[in-house]
């Protein structure tokens, strides 16, 4: 049984979901502290043709909060987003199947961040054809909210009966090996290989949110996609 656990982001880059694909469970970790200007609430997309942010406004947003904490602030140009995704993607070859599931998410009134960048995420999967079972930890492991943090992983990864936990390649610098196979767990860190593929430019801008890569690509590419990486 292999497991990761990470923190939901909406509409994170391929990687995220290289991650989601290479593992039978998938936590999304959503009661731990947000952090400002990262991935949670925000990614990067084409607009006209160059790399640009998309951002989902937020009420109070603080690093003093938990991601599941944090509201949605709905009158804060929020149709801008879905406006900006329209106008920039509009011409791309599957925008007609990609556009109405953003719109479905982004439109259905989800009260915090975590919720609604766990759904993006599921949106994707079920798209793909990912089959990965979710956890959320606020939901399925609060009881495991008290331990420091390598010990709440290893804990969450012995609950779901886990011989092998995946962590981000950032992790390196946080977690040891030798720590988790102490808890009979094979600690892995997944590292992407690089992706290409047909933008409308010739300049490629890599690393975009999964929105693009769904909008110019078929699954049966996008699959292919799901693969390139490597297991340090």
Same mark, same amino acid.
């Given at each position: 049984?292999?497991? &990761?656990?990470?923190?939901?982001?909406?509409? @994170?880059?391929?990687?995220?979901?290289?991650?989601? %694909?290479?593992?039978?469970?998938?936590?999304?970790?959503?009661?731990? #502290?947000?952090?400002?200007?990262?991935?949670?609430?925000?990614?990067?997309?084409?607009? %006209?043709?160059? @790399?640009?942010?998309?951002? !989902?406004?937020?009420?109070? &947003?603080?690093?003093?909060?938990?991601?599941? +904490?944090? /509201?949605? %602030?709905? $009158?804060? #140009?929020?149709?801008?987003?879905?406006?900006?995704?329209?106008?920039?993607?509009?011409?791309?070859?599957?925008? /007609?199947?990609?556009?109405? =599931?953003?719109?479905?998410?982004?439109?259905?009134?989800?009260?915090?961040?975590?919720?609604? &960048?766990?759904?993006?995420?599921?949106? !994707?999967?079920?798209?793909? *054809? !990912?089959?990965?079972?979710?956890?959320?930890?606020?939901? $399925?492991?609060?009881?495991?909210?008290?331990?420091?943090? &390598?010990?709440?992983?290893?804990?969450?990864?012995?609950?779901?009966?886990?011989?092998?936990?995946?962590?981000?390649?950032?992790?390196? +610098?946080?977690?040891?090996?030798? *720590?988790? =196979?102490?808890?009979?767990? /094979?600690?892995?860190?997944?590292?992407?290989?690089?992706?290409?593929?047909?933008?409308?430019?010739?300049?490629?801008?890599?690393?975009?949110?999964? !929105? $693009?890569?769904?909008?110019?690509?078929?699954?049966?590419?996008?699959?292919?996609?799901? +693969?390139?990486? /490597? =297991?340090?």
């Amino acid at each position: 049984m292999t497991v &990761a656990i990470m923190q939901p982001y909406y509409m @994170p880059y391929i990687g995220y979901f290289q991650m989601i %694909n290479a593992v039978d469970s998938f936590v999304f970790y959503d009661d731990v #502290n947000f952090i400002n200007r990262g991935w949670v609430n925000r990614n990067r997309i084409l607009v %006209n043709n160059e @790399p640009s942010y998309i951002t !989902i406004p937020l009420l109070k &947003a603080s690093q003093n909060k938990l991601i599941n +904490e944090i /509201e949605i %602030n709905y $009158d804060k #140009n929020f149709d801008k987003i879905t406006k900006t995704i329209q106008l920039n993607y509009k011409k791309s070859p599957f925008f /007609e199947r990609i556009y109405p =599931l953003i719109v479905k998410d982004l439109t259905n009134k989800y009260k915090t961040i975590s919720d609604l &960048a766990i759904n993006s995420c599921i949106t !994707i999967c079920q798209y793909l *054809g !990912i089959d990965t079972k979710f956890y959320i930890s606020s939901r $399925d492991f609060a009881d495991t909210k008290s331990l420091d943090r &390598a010990e709440r992983l290893q804990t969450i990864c012995k609950k779901l009966n886990a011989n092998r936990y995946i962590n981000a390649i950032g992790g390196e +610098e946080l977690y040891s090996k030798e *720590g988790f =196979l102490k808890q009979k767990i /094979e600690l892995k860190f997944i590292k992407s290989k690089p992706i290409e593929y047909k933008q409308f430019s010739n300049e490629f801008a890599p690393w975009l949110s999964i !929105i $693009d890569i769904t909008m110019f690509n078929p699954k049966e590419s996008i699959h292919k996609m799901l +693969e390139q990486y /490597e =297991l340090i």
